[in-house]
C-alpha cells in the first residue's frame, strides 16, 4: 500500500527527491543533517480526495486527513490534537492598538503545539512496525512524544539537555518515558539522538530532520486559513516564536497550501520572533554576519544555538513577505503576563515571545495601526511556572487579620 498523495522527499539544498516510503531523514549528500528534506503531494489527489466543509468547525488535525502523509491503512494515534480556538482579544487589542487574535495552541493534549507533529510521528513509527521512539527536545517535544508514545504503546526514549525545567521532564516521566538529561546543551543532546537512531535505528521524531514531523504543524496553517475564512477577514500577519524554525515553516505550507487550492483568498505575511539569546535564523534571514550559535534565553522552547530548519523556516518568512525580529527575556516576560492579565490565557515564555514580537514590530512600523495580527500561543503557561514569576508582583503575605486586608484594600479602591 502506498501513499498516493505523497510523490517524493525533496532535498532542499540540491532539489534530490527520495522515495517516501522510505525511513530517510537527510539527504546523504551533506554533511551531517544540512539536507533538510521537504515532502511533495499530488494536490489534485489530495483535493479530490479532501471531502471536509470548511465551515469553521474543526474537531482535531485530523479534519485535514487527507493533507498528511500518512498510509491509508494505518492506525491512527492521535489524543485529539489541533482543533484549537482563535479567541478574540479585545482587551489585548486595546492595550496593542491593533485588532489581534490569539490562536491557543496551548491547549493541546500535553499542553503545546508540537502534539500536531507527535502525532503523525508515533502513527508513521507504527506504522512502519518500529516500537522504539525518540528524539531530542528543549523539553515540550519530550513531554508530546511520551504521551503519544504511551498512546500507541510504543517505547520512549527522550534526550534532554541537562538544564530543561524540572517541570517540564516530570511530564515524559508520567508518561512512561525514559528521560536521559544529557550534561550538556539542547544541541548535545540532538546530535547524540541522532547518533543512536543511525546505530540502533529506533524511530527519530526531531521535527527538523524527519521530513514527517513538519507536515502535522501545516494542520495549523489549514486551520488559521479555516478559521479566519469563517470569520470573514484573512490576518495581515501571523506571528510565531522560532526555535528550529520548523513550527512557523510548517504553519506557513499550510496556510499556502489552501491559497493554492483556492480555498481562501489570501494569505497572512509570516513574521517570525526570536529570543536575543537565540538569533540564527534571524541573523541568517537578515544576512548578519555575527552569527552566535550559543543559546542564552529563558524561552527554553526556542533556545536553539544551531536550528535546523533554517532553510525552511527563511523561505516561509521571504514567501509570505513577512519577516522577523528579536525579543528580549525581559520583554518576553512582560508580554506573558500581558496576555494573562489581559485575556486569561496562560502562555509559556516561547509562547509569550510572538506577543513580545508584536511589540516590537508596532514600535518598529513593520506592523502598522489598522493591520489584523494572529499570534500563536505555542505551549501552556504551566508547564514551567518559576520564570513567569518573577515578572509578577508576586504573593502578598499577610495575617489571618481583617485589619491586613482593610490596610491593604483601604480608600477608593475598597469594595
Ligand atoms: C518547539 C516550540 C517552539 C518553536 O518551534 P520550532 O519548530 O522549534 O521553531 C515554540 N514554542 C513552543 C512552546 C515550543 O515548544
Ligand atoms: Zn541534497
Same mark, same amino acid.
Given at each position: $500500500?502506498? $501513499?498516493?498523495?505523497?510523490?517524493?522527499?525533496?532535498?532542499?539544498?540540491?532539489?534530490?527527491?527520495?522515495?517516501?516510503?522510505?525511513?530517510?531523514?537527510?539527504?546523504?549528500?551533506?554533511?551531517?543533517?544540512?539536507?533538510?528534506?521537504?515532502?511533495?503531494?499530488?494536490?489534485?489527489?489530495?483535493?479530490?480526495?479532501?471531502?471536509?466543509?470548511?465551515?469553521?468547525?474543526?474537531? +482535531?488535525?485530523?479534519?485535514?486527513?487527507?493533507?498528511?502523509?500518512?498510509?491509508?491503512?494505518?492506525?491512527?494515534?492521535?489524543?485529539?490534537? *489541533?482543533?484549537?480556538?482563535?479567541?478574540?482579544?479585545?482587551?489585548? +487589542?486595546?492595550?496593542?492598538?491593533?485588532?489581534?487574535?490569539?490562536?491557543?495552541?496551548?491547549?493541546?493534549?500535553?499542553?503545546?503545539?508540537?502534539?500536531?507533529?507527535?502525532?503523525?510521528?508515533?502513527?508513521?513509527?507504527?506504522?512502519?512496525?518500529?516500537?522504539?521512539?525518540?528524539?531530542?527536545?528543549?523539553?515540550?517535544?519530550?513531554?508530546?512524544?511520551?504521551?503519544?508514545?504511551?498512546?500507541?504503546?510504543?517505547?520512549?526514549?527522550?534526550?534532554?539537555?541537562?538544564? !530543561?525545567?524540572?517541570?517540564?521532564?516530570?511530564?515524559?516521566?508520567?508518561?512512561? !518515558?525514559?528521560?536521559?538529561?544529557?550534561?550538556?546543551?539542547?544541541? !548535545?543532546?540532538?546530535?547524540?539522538?541522532?547518533?543512536?537512531?543511525?546505530?540502533?535505528?529506533?524511530?527519530?521524531?526531531?521535527?527538523?530532520?524527519?521530513?514527517?514531523?513538519?507536515?502535522?504543524?501545516?494542520?495549523?496553517?489549514?486551520?488559521?486559513?479555516?478559521?479566519?475564512?469563517?470569520?470573514?477577514?484573512?490576518?495581515?500577519?501571523?506571528?510565531?516564536? $522560532?526555535?528550529?524554525?520548523?513550527?512557523?515553516?510548517?504553519?506557513?505550507?499550510?496556510?499556502?497550501?489552501?491559497?493554492?487550492?483556492?480555498?481562501?483568498?489570501?494569505?497572512?505575511?509570516?513574521?517570525? %520572533?526570536?529570543?536575543?539569546?537565540?538569533?540564527?535564523?534571524?541573523?541568517?534571514?537578515?544576512?548578519?554576519?555575527?552569527?552566535?550559535?550559543?543559546?542564552?534565553?529563558?524561552?527554553?522552547?526556542?533556545? %536553539?544555538?544551531?536550528?535546523?530548519?533554517?532553510?525552511?523556516?527563511?523561505?516561509?518568512?521571504?514567501?509570505?513577505?513577512?519577516?522577523?525580529?528579536?525579543?528580549?527575556?525581559?520583554?518576553?516576560?512582560?508580554?506573558?503576563?500581558?496576555?494573562?492579565?489581559?485575556?486569561?490565557?496562560?502562555?509559556?515564555?516561547? *509562547?509569550?515571545?510572538?506577543?513580545?514580537?508584536?511589540?516590537?514590530?508596532?514600535?518598529?512600523?513593520?506592523?502598522?495601526?489598522?493591520?489584523?495580527?494572529?499570534?500563536?500561543?505555542?505551549?501552556?503557561?504551566?508547564?514551567?511556572?518559576?520564570? !513567569?514569576?518573577?515578572?509578577?508582583?508576586?504573593?502578598?503575605?499577610?495575617?489571618?487579620?481583617?485589619?491586613?486586608?482593610?490596610?491593604?484594600?483601604?480608600?477608593?479602591?475598597?469594595?
Amino acid at each position: $500500500m502506498v $501513499m498516493e498523495h505523497v510523490t517524493a522527499l525533496e532535498c532542499t539544498i540540491c532539489g534530490d527527491e527520495y522515495d517516501p516510503d522510505q525511513i530517510i531523514y537527510t539527504c546523504p549528500e551533506h554533511e551531517g543533517v544540512k539536507g533538510i528534506l521537504e515532502v511533495k503531494y499530488d494536490y489534485d489527489v489530495i483535493h479530490d480526495i479532501f471531502e471536509a466543509d470548511l465551515d469553521g468547525v474543526i474537531d +482535531s488535525q485530523w479534519k485535514y486527513e487527507a493533507f498528511l502523509p500518512v498510509h491509508d491503512d494505518a492506525e491512527i494515534i492521535t489524543l485529539n490534537e *489541533g482543533g484549537t480556538d482563535l479567541f478574540d482579544a479585545p482587551n489585548l +487589542s486595546d492595550e496593542l492598538g491593533v485588532e489581534t487574535l490569539v490562536k491557543d495552541d496551548g491547549r493541546n493534549p500535553t499542553g503545546c503545539f508540537k502534539d500536531r507533529a507527535s502525532s503523525i510521528a508515533v502513527t508513521k513509527a507504527k506504522r512502519a512496525g518500529r516500537e522504539i521512539i525518540t528524539c531530542a527536545s528543549t523539553g515540550n517535544a519530550a513531554a508530546s512524544l511520551s504521551g503519544y508514545a504511551a498512546r500507541g504503546d510504543l517505547d520512549c526514549r527522550i534526550f534532554v539537555p541537562g538544564d !530543561a525545567p524540572s517541570g517540564k521532564l516530570t511530564q515524559p516521566l508520567v508518561y512512561g !518515558a525514559d528521560v536521559l538529561a544529557v550534561d550538556g546543551s539542547y544541541d !548535545a543532546a540532538y546530535d547524540l539522538s541522532v547518533e543512536v537512531t543511525e546505530k540502533y535505528g529506533w524511530y527519530n521524531r526531531n521535527a527538523a530532520i524527519n521530513p514527517f514531523q513538519v507536515e502535522g504543524k501545516r494542520t495549523v496553517g489549514h486551520e488559521l486559513a479555516e478559521q479566519s475564512t469563517a470569520r470573514g477577514k484573512i490576518p495581515d500577519w501571523v506571528v510565531f516564536s $522560532m526555535g528550529d524554525g520548523c513550527t512557523i515553516a510548517g504553519a506557513w505550507k499550510g496556510f499556502r497550501e489552501f491559497y493554492e487550492l483556492d480555498y481562501v483568498d489570501d494569505t497572512p505575511k509570516m513574521l517570525g %520572533v526570536q529570543a536575543e539569546g537565540a538569533s540564527s535564523i534571524h541573523d541568517a534571514f537578515h544576512k548578519h554576519d555575527d552569527v552566535d550559535d550559543v543559546a542564552d534565553t529563558l524561552a527554553d522552547s526556542i533556545a %536553539v544555538g544551531c536550528p535546523r530548519n533554517t532553510i525552511k523556516a527563511c523561505r516561509a518568512l521571504e514567501e509570505s513577505g513577512g519577516t522577523s525580529l528579536l525579543a528580549s527575556d525581559t520583554e518576553i516576560l512582560e508580554a506573558e503576563t500581558l496576555l494573562g492579565h489581559t485575556e486569561g490565557i496562560y502562555t509559556e515564555p516561547a *509562547g509569550a515571545t510572538s506577543l513580545a514580537g508584536v511589540r516590537r514590530a508596532l514600535e518598529e512600523g513593520i506592523i502598522e495601526i489598522g493591520e489584523t495580527v494572529v499570534i500563536n500561543s505555542t505551549g501552556f503557561g504551566l508547564k514551567d511556572t518559576e520564570g !513567569a514569576r518573577k515578572a509578577t508582583s508576586g504573593v502578598t503575605e499577610i495575617d489571618p487579620s481583617l485589619e491586613e486586608v482593610q490596610n491593604l484594600y483601604s480608600g477608593a479602591e475598597q469594595a
